[in-house]
């Protein structure tokens, strides 16, 4: 098991707020974020987890968007967009597998119309809930063997 980084904010979606709401932290099940709007809706697409890295590229382009508003569940400091589908990372007391990379949404574009191509490949990743638990702000982020 290898410290590969750490979660430095998280956010949920709700049906009242039309932008996402921080937290401090979350709990998973294999249904995906309790609480979130999105729960129990596609398993293998749970949780998304963008990087800074993400954030860093659009403000290279002169663009300037606050974190949480790419749609991202975890916003995490290292770049996990290369990381296999199948992969496990152990984060709070809470597993993760890496599903799939993020497929754009049409609402990036309302934000910025270079967003989508700019981001095609860097906005994120899914993972779906293997193991429950609850994952908070600041909690390490393991890759497991």
Excluded: W
């Amino acid at each position: 098991m290898q410290e590969v980084g750490k979660v430095l904010s998280l956010y949920i979606s709700n049906k009242e707020m039309p932008q996402p709401v921080e937290k401090k932290k979350i709990n998973v099940d294999i249904k995906g974020i309790i609480n979130d709007k999105h729960y129990n809706k596609d398993i293998e697409r749970a949780i998304l987890i963008s990087s800074t890295a993400s954030y860093a590229l659009v403000k290279s382009h002169l663009i300037d968007i606050p974190y949480g508003i790419l749609g991202e569940n975890l916003l995490v400091d290292f770049n996990p967009y290369a990381l296999p589908t199948g992969s496990q990372l152990k984060i709070g007391n809470a597993v993760l597998e890496i599903s799939q990379n993020c497929t754009l949404c049409n609402h990036l574009s309302k934000i910025d119309k270079k967003l989508p191509k700019l981001l095609k490949n860097d906005r994120g990743i899914f993972g779906k809930v293997v193991q429950e638990g609850t994952i908070s702000e600041g909690d390490a982020i393991y890759l497991l063997d």
